[in-house]
């Protein structure tokens, strides 16, 4: 099988909880199915091997605009003439993919580009975007959705497509990391301002910062806008304020799960919330943006506290209560492991496999139009 999907751990401008997500489901199954992994390349990028699963890169190495376009032509070119079982695209509106007709394919769906869209582009672009989204998401066969809230999105834009629920998982290590936490923030995940709402959370910092001048947020994670988020709080006079870590291993990750006082996650929009429920499972108190799939994985007041998005006093404000209160920190970083059970990678792997199955086993025709 194919699977095919823009984002890898190792991309220097978008390497999420998507790519994170096939590379835990794929490890799991290696032996039950014999699957490529078709990747954007990027600086540095090759074909490889990794734990067993074969990755191949395709496009241009840069730079980002071209590395997406190009792979998108080449993806095309083998999605129509490639002999395969089956073929899943982890939906991105961004990805210029369309799945050819009549052939055993699916779609992996997070979230869908376009409502974001109208805030950065306008209105006419993002109708545009929305009608490419109908058409691409429409070729599949059948889908996954890895929440209630992509469910929903997939029975609105193609009525009567077969869909399965597969989730995304954390790792078991999470659950038996020790809690010794410090007095820092922190932020894990990709560095993209619009997405993941990062303005939002240095203004938040700014204003933490005019009571609490010693605060600390330490930023985790790579991609496109990692310059942007320095030049943004130097603008904001908070730079002495935020450790920009840049990538970090998965030592380096448990680390910071370990010893954060708090974990900050102000998203505009999350198909899943990988780094939501990672910080669950390590126990870690967290505050995070009532958007998209996170009130489903936060499970509030259980697994932390909700926010309104776009909103950096409601963050700031939610975040010194909690700074304030070790007893409901400690109270949540014992509820949120309990809650993250939920997560199991070894369960949604097999969730995932019998996804497959069901694409390879066909019978189901594309999504009216």
């Given amino acids: 099988m194919l699977h095919i999907i823009y984002d890898d751990p190792k991309n220097p401008w978008v390497g999420g909880g998507g790519a994170v997500r096939v590379r835990e489901l794929y490890k ?12 954007g390349n990027f600086p540095g990028g090759k074909d490889e091997v990794v734990e067993g699963v074969r990755y191949r890169r395709v496009g241009s190495r840069g730079p980002y605009a071209w590395s997406r376009l190009s792979w998108g032509r080449q993806v095309n070119r083998l999605l129509r003439t490639s002999g395969y079982d089956a073929a899943i695209f982890d939906f ?23 409502p974001t869209a109208r805030h950065r582009w306008g209105s006419v672009l993002s109708s545009a975007l929305g009608t490419v989204e109908r058409n691409m998401m429409r070729r599949a066969q059948r889908a996954s959705a890895t929440s209630l809230a992509s469910r ?16 995304a998982g954390v790792p078991e290590e999470l659950f038996e990391l020790r809690r ?3 007095k820092f923030l922190l932020y894990f995940g990709r560095l993209d301002v619009f997405h993941k709402g990062l303005d939002t959370l240095l203004e938040a910092i700014a204003i933490i910062a005019r009571e609490r001048p010693d605060i600390e947020l330490r930023v985790a994670g790579r991609g496109k806008d990692a310059g942007r988020v320095a030049e943004m709080a130097k603008q904001l006079g908070i730079e002495k304020n935020i450790v920009l870590l840049g990538a970090v291993s998965d030592e380096q990750r448990n680390e910071l799960l370990a010893e954060a006082a708090v974990q900050l996650m102000p998203s505009r929009f999350e198909g899943f919330g990988l780094a939501a429920a990672e910080a669950m499972a390590a126990g870690v108190p967290l505050i995070a943006a009532s958007v998209g799939s996170l009130p489903e994985v936060v499970d509030a007041p259980r697994g932390g506290v909700l926010v309104p998005p776009d909103d950096p006093a409601a963050l700031a404000a939610a975040t010194t209560k909690l700074l304030d209160d070790p007893y409901g920190r400690s109270t949540l970083s014992i509820t949120a492991r309990e809650s993250a059970r939920r997560f199991s ?3 949604v792997a097999d969730a995932h496999l019998a996804f497959i199955n069901n694409i390879a086993s066909g019978g189901y025709a594309p999504a009216s139009s």
């Fill in 180 to 182: 010794r936490p410090g």
């Fill in 345 to 347: 990678w070894s369960a």
């Fill in 92 to 114: 991105s509106g961004y990805s210029p993919v369309f799945l050819p007709r009549g052939r055993p394919t699916g779609v992996t769906v997070h979230h869908v580009s376009q």
């Fill in 28 to 39: 799991r199954l290696v032996g039950r199915v014999d699957v490529t992994v078709v990747t």
């Fill in 152 to 167: 929903e999105t997939i029975e609105r834009i193609a009525p009567g497509m077969p869909i399965d629920m597969v989730s």
